[in-house]
């Protein structure tokens, strides 16, 4: 399989969403615009779609270099998964897990935390909050090394990426309370999401999983909404400018760089905790 294979083989499913984002967004604005606690905060919506447009870019940019290196931990391995139906489901676990991974790191290690703390910058949770996504975030590739090295077909490893990230779009929203109790067992839900999201001491560093929620029920990291979330960083950001909101930790680690005078430092300040 090469570049062009993969890029003709799999399907555009971020294009076929695009409709339904832009429609889900325009209800729940006309939903909560007389809500003076939910509704829409004009320079916080601008901030994530500045953000977001920021993103659709680079990763344009980026895809063939990101289809690249896939393709080269896939060619890497001796062995093959059959394309067969039970390969999906085996291909959407691992995608999973190693968001899960990923994500949990970024929360626990300053340099990954760098390449995450744009999706937590807002002090409001609604569906364009799902836009702010981390110009920097293709760093956490390495992440998804045991998953491209499976032998599973790229295509259907990608393919299962694109799904795990749109499930991720509806979750960011305050509209939808509580889904049944079988789904919200197995299954990452708006609740969920807006524990992940707050500041407040219990929540912090908890609900780690993309689109199931067993990750965190199996690894002592999931945590119930038992009381009001309060969005936004612990200590809250001095700018709504997206290339602020992207790249401030990112200076302060390149600060505290030039200030290390000796290995250890510089191990902390990259892999110490945020």
Not at 38 to 50: A, N, P
Not at 101 to 118: S, Y
Not at 200 to 222: A, E, H, V
Request: charged share 20%; with cysteine.
């Amino acid at each position: 399989m090469n570049i062009q294979q993969l890029e003709q083989e799999l399907l555009p499913l971020m294009n076929y969403a695009t409709p339904v984002i832009l429609g889900s967004v325009l209800i729940e604005f006309l939903l909560t615009r007389h809500d003076d606690k939910l509704r829409y905060r004009g320079r916080d919506f601008w901030s994530s779609v500045g953000i977001g447009a920021g993103s659709l870019v680079i990763n344009g940019l980026l895809k063939t270099g990101v289809f690249a290196f896939a393709l080269f931990f896939y060619e890497l391995v001796p062995w093959r998964f059959p394309k067969v139906w039970w390969t999906w489901p085996i291909a959407y676990l691992l995608i999973d897990f190693c968001n899960y991974m990923a994500h949990r790191v970024a929360h626990k290690q300053r340099v990954w935390w760098a390449t995450h703390v744009t999706h937590h910058s807002s002090e409001h949770l609604n569906f364009t909050t799902a836009f702010r996504n981390s110009w920097t975030q293709h760093l956490k590739l390495l992440f998804f090394i045991p998953a491209w090295a499976s032998g599973i077909n790229p295509v259907i490893l990608f393919t299962c990426y694109q799904i795990d990230l749109l499930y991720q779009f509806w979750i960011h929203t305050e509209v939808i309370r509580k889904m049944p109790a079988w789904f919200e067992f197995i299954f990452v839900t708006p609740s969920h999401h807006r524990v992940h999201h707050g500041s407040n001491p219990r929540f912090i560093d908890k609900n780690f999983g993309s689109s199931l929620i067993i990750w965190d029920r199996l690894l002592g990291t999931f945590q119930e909404e038992d009381e009001v979330p309060v969005y936004g960083l612990t200590k809250p950001v001095e700018s709504y400018n997206p290339v602020y909101l992207n790249f401030h930790v990112w200076v302060e680690i390149g600060r505290d760089l030039r200030k290390a005078r000796s290995f250890r430092q510089v191990r902390e300040t990259l892999f110490g905790p945020p």
